[in-house]
């Protein structure tokens, strides 16, 4: 009789072991990594991966109202046995994240954040100034330079990328998150949780991969140059702005219309001037929402399969490629448009040209203020920065027209 109490409760802790996520914490995953089959504990490693990057973004303060619901919904899906992106089987309701992930798979939530974005941008200095559209359009050349070379590894064996595949790793070089969300979630959502973890980090890495090209494409009288005072911008010219480029732009790439639409409707909102209270809580309350729903859904997509493998590394590697061409594209045209002004347009502010705002726009400030200290940049540099925020949804409308 006491054998058998014994063998019971030995049954009953083993069967609660099995039921925690313990047990299957180490559990070996088979992951494919440069042609090499490996079995590694990939949940463990997922979440060391997932602790990394939330200290980064809280002790380094590197991008952390995006970074640290995207570490977390890393590490959520990651805690085995959770389910929280398991979809519905019969009677049986899905987890909380697959039904929050909706609003990627269904392109909801990055056209949001645009709204949100628009409320909260002024186009005064691209209006003021229009050639700045030149800049913001040449760095997205990062864009296209990671497509192309994403399709040239393809086609040596390196690594299998499709068109879809290559443009989407391409987008990152916008250095636009919402962007390279939207263009993924259409193209290789089986993508998302790389490409989404590559261009946040690029973005949060901009004080630092932007300053040495910078440097090293700029001479010091280049970076010398202070730039004439803009001229005032009517309120008319800025309610304008939203209306017109809304009708071109859709009407030249309607697959642009998701993107351009909403941005330039919140900043519609925010330009009219009569609807204070829609503007505050798009620039604000609900940007914020949207943030947290966007970051914590795309890291549920980094599980340990779709992670660890050679296609990452890749993306990885392509994404920083892809952003250092595109600050290197807005640098050699802000050069080629310092030549032709006569000098009077100071280069640095091409690097401002991807669509980090306004992250970009300040580290070419800074730069210029470290050779002159009476420089001020930033105005000028936030017109290309504006300007590349509309480049990066023209180029992934365009490159959705040609894969979708």
């Known amino acids: ?129 229009p050639r700045s559209l030149l800049l913001g359009a040449a760095a997205q050349l990062g864009i296209f330079f990671t497509f192309v070379g994403a399709i040239l590894l393809n086609n040596a064996g390196i690594v299998n990328f499709t068109g879809a595949e290559a443009a989407s790793i391409g987008i990152i070089g916008g250095a636009d998150g919402p962007t390279a969300l939207y263009l993924t979630s259409k193209l290789a959502p089986h993508l998302l949780g790389s490409i989404a973890i590559a261009a946040y980090s690029y973005m949060a890495l901009v004080p630092i991969i932007q300053p040495p090209i910078m440097r090293w494409l700029t001479t010091e009288e280049e970076r010398k140059v202070k730039m004439e005072q803009l001229r005032p911008v009517s309120k008319t010219e800025k309610i304008l702005f939203p209306i017109l480029v809304a009708i071109f732009t859709i009407l030249l790439l309607p697959s642009a219309a998701a993107l351009i639409g909403m941005l330039m409707l919140g900043n519609l909102f925010k330009e009219s001037g009569v609807v204070p209270n829609i503007t505050n809580t798009a620039a604000n309350t609900l940007m914020y929402i949207i943030t947290i729903f966007l970051g914590i859904t795309v890291g549920a997509k980094a599980n340990a399969v779709a992670f660890l493998n050679t296609k990452t590394l890749m993306i990885i590697l392509l994404g920083l490629v892809a952003f250092s061409v595109g600050t290197a594209g807005g640098v050699l045209f802000g050069k080629i448009m310092y030549k032709t002004s006569g000098g009077k347009i100071n280069p640095l502010i091409g690097a401002a040209g991807v669509s980090a705002v306004p992250m970009a726009a300040r580290v070419a400030h800074k730069e210029g203020q470290k050779y002159n200290p009476a420089n001020f940049l930033l105005m000028h540099a936030m017109g290309p920065n504006v300007a590349g925020v509309i480049g990066s949804a023209v180029a992934a409308g365009l490159l959705l027209m040609f894969f979708s």
């Open 1 to 129: 009789m006491l054998r058998e109490k014994e063998i019971s409760m030995f049954e009953l802790i083993k069967n609660f072991w099995m039921s925690t996520g313990f047990s299957q914490l180490f559990k070996l995953v088979e992951l494919e990594l440069f042609g090499f089959n490996l079995n590694l504990p990939g949940n463990l490693i997922m979440i060391c991966i997932a602790c990394t990057f939330l200290y980064l973004a809280i002790k380094k303060g590197y991008e952390p109202y995006l970074l640290i619901p995207i570490a977390f919904g890393m590490l959520l899906v990651n805690l085995p046995l959770a389910g929280l992106m398991d979809g519905p089987i019969g009677d049986q309701k899905g987890g909380l994240l697959y039904y929050l992930y909706q609003g990627v798979e269904c392109g909801i939530y990055p056209p949001l954040i645009f709204l949100c974005i628009g409320a909260g941008t002024d186009f005064g200095p691209l209006i003021a100034n």
